[in-house]
DNA sequence: CGCTCTACTGGTAGCGCTAACATTTGTCAA
DNA sequence: TTGACAAATGTTAGCGCTACCAGTAGAGCG
């Protein structure tokens, strides 16, 4: 009893018992067994994270926040894939939950309404990430990705484009949500065509967006500018122009969608809308963190916004 | 008893045993408790993965590769992030090992002493994977990082250029093999000038790209072709040439090396050197599956090889 | 000196499951 | 009907910890 306590309530022990049983723990090179832990205390230090892809940067850069801030705690973060599938989120839900996790970070706010159920009944806090709403299941960090899209048009027609289209891959409800805020502000403005809009169910990729681009060339060759829904698809639409000889932003204005570093960085540089994943990720932990220490409520949910960052790719000239 | 069987061997319980266990169980919601299966079988489902970066693309891509074969097996992939650091690798298998996981995937073979001796004397199994060496710690499936590289330079050199550069970032073991393999063949050709390579222990980013192609420009400006350590380096190159009118590969041939999606969607579209990274995950994952079903060592070392891939933009005219 | 109080240490049960072995039930041949 | 054997099911102990409570030692006080 006395060493378990010297592990967890150190300032509960007397310095003599803590050094011989420090000095102990380092001969036998001894490491507690998470497993027995668990099961004893019921509970664990494990925080579930859920995300859609891992190999999509938005969430790679999400999960380095959430990385970074798990580091020097005692938490142990623990990622599950759920491949943008509702049914599939459901079962890493019961999978996380079977482990008694301490919290849980999942993205979006689509939850099916049995994994809405399960995460509402589950006795361990929950951070949603990636998106805004009024009605948080617990705690909530994001953005709303409609205004977002409504401030990138905004910014094309402001830039002085009159007929402007969008380009979408993998229609994922936040994707459609951008979509939504595109058709808004176009129509607000009388300046919407169905057919500048190309979308797609595939994942999005850079040869991709090269062939959107392509696909919207031929059905609407009078569009002057483009949002696309996320950074792979902008460049590629920009390498696609390259080819055809296309001035961009000459000819055609484009902007992307997350602000991936190499946006600032492509010939022309790439207008875009910055969104703060890293800081999402990390918040997100930190928050978690906290109401597990504090158990106070803390401000549940917190909008970190985006800003539209102007480059040569949306200046008309 | 009889639960716990029909839940782990369902063909030495009567059926009607099992019917009537399960509809108990879809009835309850019953989740067995990992926790408590850990310490009472004194083993786990977890396959430990430790990678050296979570955001760089190539480990994205070999994990997706580790969640696909994960997929509806019984195994379970936890994710460490040593951050390319051997000491941060360390103490991530420690915590592994402590959870006593079935297997541990783990990237290159630069191990500290300390950890190879952790990992020998530890009784679950072991994939080495992005390297191929003859001393494997248990199983590994990787490629020859020195031969990938010596390939492309070779590729340079055919293609007729004569004054070969190199641009490095991030300069991990796998990375300095390619410099190395790069020094190998243009010294062996009589072409290595040291001036002509440009690297730097930060992260690679499409924008250090760029600035490292202007650093080699003004240092070595009869430069005619380069290898980049990575993908992001050459696109950052190539965006640099574009900005300054070199033409591409007229003036400069560009190659990089893992061949992400997006260098053959570029334009000119990017030469670059294949690796298997969604193969090596996926593979790294099933010999560790069919290791411990069989317990049979099956073929410890396997080379994946790779391929360079020829694109405009080291077609000298 | 005995009492109280605090600081620390120790004893016990049990978390939910599985390994190993024990028992019961069912089947079939003689 | 019985015995032999297989199939199915049950019993027991214990995995390595922690919660809870029960001590025990030493200090301080009147």
Redesign the interface.
Known sequence: MTVSRALREPERVSVKSLSRIRAVIARLGY??????Q??AAGR?NVIGVIVPS??N?VF??V??GV?AAAEDSRW????G?SRYSPLEEERLV??F????PAGLIISGIDQSDETRALLRTSPCRIVQIMEISDQPLDMMIGFSHLEAARAATRHLLAMGYTRPGFLGARLDPRTQRRLAGFRDVAAAAGLLEDRRIVTTPQAS???L??LLMADLLSRAPETDAILCNND?LA??AL??C??RGIAVPGKIGICGFNDL??M????PAISSVRTHRYEMGERAMRMLAAALDASEPAEPVVDLGFEVVERQSTLRP
């Open positions: 490491l507690p067994d998470p497993a027995a668990a099961l664990t891992v190999t940067n790679a850069d999960m380095r990385y142990q973060v623990q990622l894939n019961k999978t939950l079977s482990q008694r990729t850079v040869t967006g090269g792979d460049l590629g390498f696609e390259q080819r570093e190499m600032a960085a492509a010939h």
